[in-house]
């Protein structure tokens, strides 16, 4: 009997098919989740609706009330599905998130901090890695609703209408 407890406590967890989903919504939030990765909260903004995220994985999907921009030194889009991974000190594998620079919008294909922190964050935009200081991060913004229709679309960069510049 006392094996048998012992069995479906140690044995169970495993024998599930799918991955759990360890952190939900209803534990704590994905705010949190940056913070216990080393990462500033303010990374994400005001107004997500739900996320998931299994532990075991890093990878996670935030669900946002809707498209939109916030304001740092530069503008981010984020969309409404923004997915990656993460692990301590960064974010890799991330889509839905876009930098605006120079009039075009850069996807943002991963994050990440030094360990330890020297104040300093990074984003990759595929070419090169932009420096922000980390303090523009520290608390989720405001997200002004905007659609990726108000960009378009050039190649792997979004132009926002009336301002092609060519680089
Ligand atoms: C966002 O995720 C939801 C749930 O997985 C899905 O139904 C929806 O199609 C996704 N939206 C976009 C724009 O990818």
Redesign the pocket.
């Known amino acids: 009997m006392l094996f048998l407890l012992f069995f479906f406590l140690y044995f169970t967890p495993s024998m599930a098919a799918e991955p759990r989903v360890v952190v939900t919504s209803d534990l704590k939030s994905i705010y949190d989740v940056l913070s216990a990765h080393g990462l500033p909260k303010g990374l994400l903004p005001k107004g997500i609706r739900d996320y998931e995220f299994h532990e075991e994985s890093g990878r996670f999907?935030v669900?946002l009330d809707r498209e939109c921009n916030a304001m740092f030194e530069n503008q981010l889009h984020y969309?409404?599905?923004v997915t990656g991974t993460l692990s301590y000190g960064q974010i890799g594998a991330l889509s839905g998130i876009s930098a605006q620079d120079l009039f075009l919008w850069f996807p943002v294909k991963g994050i990440r901090v030094d360990i330890p922190s020297s104040g300093v964050i990074y984003f990759d935009v595929g070419v090169v890695f932009k420096q922000f200081s980390q303090s523009l991060f520290e608390t989720p913004p405001e997200c002004v609703s905007a659609s990726k229709n108000q960009h378009r679309k050039i190649g792997n960069q979004f132009v926002e209408s009336g301002s092609v510049k060519v680089a």
């Open positions: 999907v669900f969309e409404t599905n």
